[in-house]
């Protein structure tokens, strides 16, 4: 792939595998929600495909945002993409019985995507979790940075 667009392929393959793994749906309902609710109905809602920020919510909730960008090129055939995965939630639903919310959640998408060889050339690498400032009154969350190479422009080698 090339011209950089792996974003809207990448971002689909991530879509699909955070909207299909149980565990994160699970971590992303809330109560009153229906048990049938589906990850696929979550899209737009709870998971996005860019950094979303609400401005408001009428209840507290937890958010999965991810991105992809191409902050450096190596060469002239060589790119590094960052994927960057935001997630964070209401402190009142922070506190699960497992563990904290956002930390489980970060291992989960982790599992998706430490290690993966579905984006780009190589295998995916995680390069820092970090707290991020989220700019909603009450909401805290984590930032997750993986790296992969990918191709710069057009190859007919793949």
Same mark, same amino acid.
């Given at each position: 792939?090339? *011209?950089?667009?792996?974003?809207?392929? $990448?971002? =689909?393959?991530?879509?699909?595998?955070?909207?299909?793994?149980?565990?994160?749906?699970?971590? %992303?309902?809330?109560?009153?929600?229906?048990?049938s609710i589906t990850?696929?109905?979550? &899209? $737009?809602?709870?998971?996005?495909?860019?950094?979303?920020?609400?401005?408001?919510?009428?209840?507290?909730?937890?958010? /999965? #945002?991810?991105?992809? !960008?191409?902050?450096?090129?190596?060469?002239?055939?060589?790119?590094? %993409?960052?994927?960057? !995965?935001?997630?964070?939630? *209401?402190?009142?639903?922070?506190?699960? &019985? @497992?563990?904290?919310?956002? @930390?489980?959640? !970060?291992?989960? /998408? @982790?599992? /998706?995507?430490?290690g993966s060889n579905?984006?780009?050339?190589?295998?995916?690498?995680? =390069?820092?979790?970090?707290?991020? =400032?989220?700019? #909603?009154?009450?909401?805290?969350?984590? #930032?997750?940075?993986?790296? !992969?190479?990918?191709?710069? &422009?057009? #190859?007919?080698?793949?």
């Amino acid at each position: 792939m090339a *011209h950089l667009e792996e974003f809207t392929t $990448y971002k =689909q393959t991530l879509m699909q595998a955070l909207c299909t793994n149980e565990n994160i749906v699970d971590l %992303l309902k809330l109560d009153g929600d229906s048990e049938s609710i589906t990850g696929r109905e979550m &899209r $737009y809602k709870r998971i996005f495909p860019y950094n979303y920020v609400p401005l408001t919510t009428e209840r507290a909730t937890t958010f /999965i #945002c991810f991105s992809v !960008v191409a902050p450096r090129v190596k060469s002239g055939v060589i790119s590094t %993409l960052k994927l960057i !995965v935001w997630v964070f939630t *209401h402190q009142n639903l922070m506190k699960t &019985r @497992d563990g904290m919310r956002t @930390d489980l959640l !970060v291992s989960e /998408i @982790d599992k /998706i995507l430490n290690g993966s060889n579905k984006y780009g050339l190589g295998r995916v690498e995680l =390069q820092s979790c970090d707290i991020m =400032q989220v700019p #909603c009154e009450g909401y805290v969350g984590l #930032c997750s940075v993986y790296t !992969v190479d990918e191709y710069n &422009r057009g #190859c007919t080698t793949r």
